[in-house]
């Protein structure tokens, strides 16, 4: 095959070696396909993208998804969702870290987890690019789980995660709040950035992969609240909180990371049934511009609780 196919640090593999502008073969979208499932993040560069080829090329990865926000998508390119930053709404997305403002900083994640149906995953091709900052973080939950011990792994197998879903970075429990003030406009509840409310999602504490059949982590420091019913497991309260601790602790290791600098025109796909990612954000006033393709997601992966 003509790809070519470069590992980037810790995870995922920039791909080269066809032309985004001619038709693909079915035997190169093969590889293609099995390429994401192999590597989790894949990174295409210096390809003449234009947002119909984006819409196109993702296509390949499975039948897309309209964004739940609509009023962010294209009208001619409905599946085509834009980033925009720099503009009147980042005073919404903006918060202080340790003294700093920041705009458009998010946790690890994984989008709509808190729905129990995550899409399968998202093609991001950068538009317009800072200087500096706006990373975006990849980290393999794959992995993760496999550079468990097998006590670890085994306690995984017998309990359920919930995630509470919150507008309030403050409210949640296992991520990093030191230094953290939310800015004077951040929401304090769904209804005010017309979001629904959403109950609780439970997932597995290993969470099967729905194609490639890995195990992967569970655990997503994002919305992250409790073990459900710890003593079904044989632990304790008290015992389930410090395993939150120590698995979200493993999962921000660098070793489990790769973090983007974006180049104009970088497109990057990634499994959202395998990789959490996260944003470092930017400097209030920056401009960026981010165009989305998300593939949808046909299984899901958890439960909602109030079901
Ligand atoms: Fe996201």
């Avoid at 989790?40 to 039948?63: A, C, K, T, Y």
């Avoid at 995550?118 to 800072?130: F, S």
């Avoid at 015992?239 to 290791?253: C, D, G, M, P």
Wanted: overall charge negative; hydrophobic content about 35%; proline content about 6%.
């Amino acid at each position: 095959m003509s790809l070519t196919v470069t590992p980037l640090d810790n995870v995922g593999a920039e791909v080269s070696g066809f032309d985004i502008g001619k038709p693909i073969s079915d035997a190169i979208k093969a590889e293609l396909k099995a390429l994401w499932y192999e590597h989790g993040v894949l990174l295409f560069r210096d390809q003449d993208i234009n947002p119909q080829r984006q819409i196109e090329f993702s296509r390949i990865f499975g039948p897309l998804e309209l964004h739940p926000l609509k009023a962010t998508t294209s009208a001619e390119n409905p599946e085509l969702f834009v980033l925009e930053n720099g503009g009147d709404n980042d005073k919404y997305y903006t918060a202080y870290y340790r003294g700093e403002e920041i705009v458009g900083r998010l946790d690890w994640h994984i989008d709509l987890h808190y729905t129990g149906r995550p899409n399968h995953g998202a093609l991001l091709r950068a538009i317009v690019i800072p200087s500096a900052d706006g990373l975006t973080g990849f980290g393999d939950l794959a992995r993760a789980y496999d550079a468990l011990d097998d006590a670890t792994k085994q306690l995984l197998d017998k309990i359920e995660l919930a995630y509470s879903f919150s507008m309030q970075r403050k409210h949640m429990r296992y991520v990093d709040l030191e230094g953290y003030q939310p800015g004077p406009y951040s929401p304090r509840k769904p209804s005010d950035v017309n979001f629904p409310d959403f109950p609780d999602a439970v997932y597995p504490g290993a969470v099967t992969h729905p194609v490639t059949g890995a195990k992967i982590l569970g655990v997503v420091e994002q919305f992250l609240d409790r073990v459900i019913a710890p003593q079904r497991a044989g632990i304790s309260n008290d015992e389930s909180i410090e395993l939150l601790e120590r698995l979200v602790a493993h999962t921000r290791k660098p070793e489990f990371h790769y973090f983007h600098k974006w180049r104009e025109g970088d497109m990057v796909l990634w499994d959202n049934w395998r990789i959490m990612h996260c944003t470092t954000g930017t400097k209030p006033g920056v401009r960026r511009v981010i165009n989305r393709t998300t593939i949808a997601g046909d299984v899901t992966l958890g439960r909602t609780l109030s079901e």
